[in-house]
């Protein structure tokens, strides 16, 4: 059985628990309950109070790179980020995707978290929510962002905390181990949906998007996500972070495999080449030489790599 929505219903858990419970003490194998819900707050709270122990939680993000070049062409560069993950928005022309998406925003974040997060002042919640957008790829300054919102600190802590928890954003960590140097503690800001930071954003097609000063942060923001799918769509937890010091020495992605060995890669939305995107994973490499297990560039073009100790990759051949 697939019961969709089941936060609407919470009475449903009580059922569930019995019947599941039933199974067991009778050693009952054939009966399987497939619960799924957009409101993850509330489905949450229903299953750790009713099912626990009962349960397998999966986190189904929006369609992955790699997923929508399963169902078709390999969409281009551009159109992947300004469209996003959300299937429905893949069926639709442009104008469908335009009001698909403003009817995702208006009722979900704005009506279904205004109410869990009791937020008062729809306007500045609004702004709030934009000037994340504006962020994306970005440091999440909280103190930056109650000044322009003309909330507290605390407030724009809870919205952050309220907007992870509903799957609208994610922050990525910065890199600590135990390194002599001055890092940056700042977390990243992205979204889990690059079609609608787009469309919070503005952009309209993939011509804007190809001249937009954001298009660099939204690149990187799509290739952190595939990255994440990678592993949420095994059932795995992801371990990533980013790399920067206060001597602006950055690298964009550390993924940190389970032997702790460190895949470091750096993320380019230029078309052509250039030698000094290696220049960060160069330094990291000098700086934690066994700890580095591989490095690699992700860029838009379609250069391959002469170097032996590095990979150059379209993100798209991933």
């Known amino acids: 059985m697939i019961i969709d929505e089941a936060q609407r219903f919470p009475e449903i858990f009580s ?46 993000l929006p369609l992955s790179t790699e997923e929508l070049k399963g169902v078709g062409p390999a969409p281009a560069t551009d159109e992947c980020m300004l469209r996003g993950g959300y299937p429905a928005v893949w069926t639709n022309e442009d104008a469908g995707r335009q009001m698909l998406l403003s009817n995702y925003y208006t009722t979900y974040v704005e009506r279904d978290l205004r109410q869990l997060a009791n937020i008062k002042d729809l306007r500045q919640f609004h702004t709030f929510v934009r000037l994340c957008a504006g962020r994306v790829g970005s440091e999440c300054n909280a103190s930056a962002l109650a000044v322009e919102t003309g909330v507290s600190v605390p407030t724009i802590q ?3 905390s309220i907007l992870q928890a509903s799957y609208i954003i994610h922050l990525l960590p910065p890199y600590y181990a135990n390194l002599r140097k001055r890092l940056v503690k700042t977390p990243k800001i992205y979204f889990y949906d690059t079609g609608l930071a787009s469309w919070l954003l503005g952009i309209q097609s993939a011509e804007q998007m190809a001249t937009h000063p954001l298009r660099g942060n939204l690149f990187e923001n799509m290739v952190v996500n595939d990255r994440m799918k990678h592993y949420t769509n095994k059932g795995l937890v992801p371990d990533l972070y980013f790399y920067r010091d206060q001597q602006q020495h950055e690298v964009d992605l550390l993924d940190i495999q389970p032997d702790g060995k460190i895949n470091a890669c750096e993320i380019k939305s230029g078309k052509t080449f250039r030698t000094d995107y290696f220049d960060g994973l160069h330094y990291l490499q000098k700086l934690m030489p066994d700890a580095i297990n591989s490095t690699m560039v992700i860029y838009d073009g379609d250069q391959e790599s002469d170097q032996p100790t590095d990979g150059i990759v379209n993100f798209r051949n991933l």
Request: proline share 0%; aromatic share 10%.
């Open 15 to 60: 059922y569930l628990q019995v019947l599941v419970d039933e199974d067991r003490m009778q050693g009952r194998k054939e009966r399987h309950f497939v619960v799924t819900g957009s409101a993850n707050f509330s489905l949450m709270q229903h299953l750790s109070q009713s099912m626990s122990g009962r349960t397998a939680v999966f986190s189904l």
């Open 158 to 160: 809870s919205w952050l």
